[in-house]
């Protein structure tokens, strides 16, 4: 498409933000709206592997996404005591850069909302899209605002519940919660934290480094009928939840549990359209259409892939609708096989299917996620 076309990204998450760096990248005009005025996340970490490192390079961020975060080169997998069984080696994707790479939210959010500005690309926050009406030359938009704006095409990257993906795809299932949760607490970085550490078992818990001085824990437990938990009293929960944890270290950890509005608690979900992946000139990315659980650490993976390819596959095509079939037979099957993989993980911990042992699935993984995108 010409390098003058138009696109709207709907949500200013990792996939909308890189979606508008990619595209500014090769040229298009790109306007994102978000629907939170304060543009806010949540401020425990995320772990991202080596080809979230490639695809930062190709971006041309690395510079500033490693200065925010913490490189490393290996796994460790420890079994609940403590001990460590296994330490995986993880590829370098890009020779001279790390295999992974440990940040917190906000300095990630930081690094991709300046960088969108800086590129060019508009953001207009505590925005919304009423409709969009696609008359085959382009989609009219109108904003919560009451304003109009029209595009060649628009992008949904709004997320897990994507209001984009229920307009253009009002027969999709909801998404499907697992019968788990994941908790998530920042403390002071161990000093023999060099990598990610996962301890095995039923309560599953895992350390990321994410500075010199920080590191974040989760925790995925069992959350039979998806309970809510009210703020007041939710670090008390946490901790007991870690009680039948025998790590010496997660203990120690447990008793720093202290501060409510610490504590970040998420019930995990998750949901896969096999269907088409855009209708007209609107597609969806990123979490809109394949949102995973975190067990293999993809789900921003993938989104920011998403947003190289589809950036690629619109400048060789001539005809938004050839690109967005390009995009989709590209990413298909990669995407399918971290939902599936993570959903295979996560049952297993529930002893609803078969037990995945970690230290395989993060083999399998890294190989999987080595190859071209």
Same mark, same amino acid.
């Given at each position: 498409m010409a390098p003058e076309t138009s696109a709207l990204v709907i949500g200013g998450g990792i996939g909308g933000l890189t979606a508008a760096i990619a595209l500014r990248g090769k040229g298009l005009a790109v306007k994102v709206i978000e629907r939170d005025p304060n543009w806010s996340v949540y401020g425990v970490g995320i772990i991202q592997q080596g080809n979230v490192v490639r695809a930062m390079a190709a971006l041309g961020l690395i510079e500033d996404y490693l200065h925010a975060g913490w490189g490393f080169d290996q796994v460790e997998i420890a079994?609940?005591?403590?001990?460590?069984?296994?330490?995986?080696?993880?590829?370098?994707? %890009?020779?001279?850069?790390? +295999?992974? %790479? $440990?940040?917190?939210? @906000?300095?990630?959010?930081?690094?991709?909302? !300046?960088?969108?500005?800086? +590129?060019?690309?508009?953001?207009?926050? $505590?925005?919304? +899209?009423?409709?969009?009406?696609?008359? $085959?030359?382009? %989609?009219?938009?109108?904003?919560?605002?009451?304003?109009?704006?029209? &595009?060649?095409?628009?992008?949904?990257? !709004?997320?897990?519940?994507?209001?984009?993906?229920?307009?253009l795809f009002p027969d999709t299932p909801a998404p499907d919660f697992t019968g788990q949760a994941v908790w998530r607490y920042n403390f002071p970085r161990l000093p023999d934290l060099k990598g990610l550490r996962v301890f095995e078992g039923p309560t599953g818990v895992g350390l990321v480094p994410l500075s010199d001085a920080l590191m974040y824990m989760y925790v995925t437990t069992p959350e039979p009928g998806n309970p809510r938990y009210p703020r007041e009293g939710i670090a008390a929960v946490m901790r007991d939840k870690l009680a039948g944890v025998p790590a010496p270290a997660i203990q120690r950890l447990r008793d720093q549990i202290v501060e409510d509005d610490e504590v970040v608690y998420k019930p995990l979900e998750w949901l896969f359209v096999e269907g088409p992946w855009h209708k007209g000139r609107v597609v969806l990315l990123g979490d809109a259409i394949h949102a995973t659980t975190p067990h293999l650490g993809q789900g921003a993976g993938m989104a920011i892939e998403d947003s190289i390819v589809l950036a690629e596959e619109l400048v060789r095509a001539d005809k938004p609708?050839?690109?967005?079939?390009?995009?989709?037979? @590209?990413?298909?099957?990669?995407?399918? &096989?971290?939902?599936?993989?993570?959903?295979?993980?996560?049952?297993?911990q529930l002893g609803l299917a078969p037990l995945v042992e970690n230290a395989s699935a993060t083999r399998a993984m890294f190989t999987k996620v080595s190859e071209p995108i």
């Open positions: 079994i609940p005591t403590g001990q460590i069984v296994a330490k995986i080696p993880t590829p370098r994707l %890009v020779e001279g850069l790390p +295999a992974n %790479v $440990g940040i917190g939210r @906000r300095a990630l959010q930081k690094v991709l909302g !300046d960088r969108t500005r800086a +590129a060019g690309a508009e953001v207009r926050l $505590g925005i919304t +899209a009423e409709t969009l009406e696609d008359d $085959g030359n382009g %989609v009219t938009v109108r904003f919560n605002d009451g304003s109009t704006g029209r &595009y060649d095409l628009v992008i949904g990257a !709004d997320g897990l519940y994507s209001q984009t993906r229920a307009t609708g050839a690109a967005f079939d390009a995009f989709r037979a @590209r990413r298909f099957e990669r995407c399918r &096989y971290i939902v599936e993989s993570s959903r295979a993980i996560c049952l297993g």
